[in-house]
């Protein structure tokens, strides 16, 4: 094994690696990155990685129970408006929900 004193670190190729590396914490990296993000919990993927699915299962959860809520105030308060709140918040966690399995892909004709 080499020591640390033995090893000649070039500052060059270190700066060229840490750019690589924090590519996506600097601007344009995350507004890229989130417009992934939301085309997969909109449209789905035909195979969603293991992580896509439970986070696309938690947010479409999220969702719902924001629906139910708001179902349950529209219900106490007779509110037309909370109702139609809750009817979006109800479409959207499914939606979301149901891009949480692989899309079938369809087979042109």
């Known amino acids: 094994m080499r020591s640390r004193k033995d090893r000649h ?7 060229d690696e840490l750019e690589v590396k924090q590519k996506n914490t600097i601007w344009p990296g995350p ?12 449209s789905g993927s035909a195979r969603p ?8 299962i ?31 918040a109800l479409y959207l966690g499914g939606r979301v929900l149901s891009n949480s399995v692989p899309k079938r892909a369809h087979k042109g004709r």
Request: proline share 2%; glycine share 8%; hydrophobic share 60%.
């Open 58 to 88: 938690l947010f479409g959860l999220l969702f719902l129970c924001g629906a139910a809520a708001f179902c349950s105030i529209a219900i106490e308060r007779h509110s037309i408006i909370v109702g139609i709140v809750s009817l979006g």
């Open 31 to 42: 507004l890229i990155n989130g417009a992934s993000v939301d085309k997969f919990l909109w």
């Open 9 to 15: 670190i070039d500052p060059q190729r270190l700066i």
């Open 49 to 56: 990685s293991l992580v896509q699915s439970i986070a696309a």
